[in-house]
């Protein structure tokens, strides 16, 4: 049987401050650090369709899309990722350019 290397458990704060130097992106998930895939065609594809029927759904609501290479963070589930299609409403982003500490 082989042992696994133990994975060396971050704070949400070493976290964000390492991760601005990666040239890969990853997702913070409980302290542990996982390197994401690169995007493909299709997911691509699922991205765009998500994107375009959320913002169809939400114009004239009080909520903004947005698409791909978006830093979301919920640090109280100690969780960052990037994600493709999301919405948030407009008066949790106020003049943010990092979305990744909204209060959720």
Same mark, same amino acid.
């Given at each position: 049987m082989l042992a696994s290397?133990?994975?060396k458990i971050l704070t949400p704060q070493h976290y964000? #401050? +390492?991760e601005e130097s990666q040239e890969l992106r %990853? #997702? %913070?998930?409980?302290? #542990?650090v996982f390197a994401m895939t690169g995007i493909t065609i299709p997911h691509n594809d699922i991205a765009v369709n998500l994107t375009t029927a959320k @913002? @169809?759904?939400l114009r004239g609501k009080d909520c903004k899309v947005f698409m791909a290479d978006a830093k979301v963070g919920i640090p109280s589930k100690d969780f960052f990722t990037i994600q493709m299609? +999301?919405?948030l409403a407009t008066n949790e982003i106020g003049d943010r350019s990092d979305l990744s500490n909204i209060p959720v």
């Open positions: 290397p133990r994975q964000l #401050e +390492w %990853y #997702e %913070y998930v409980n302290g #542990e @913002k @169809k759904y299609s +999301w919405f």
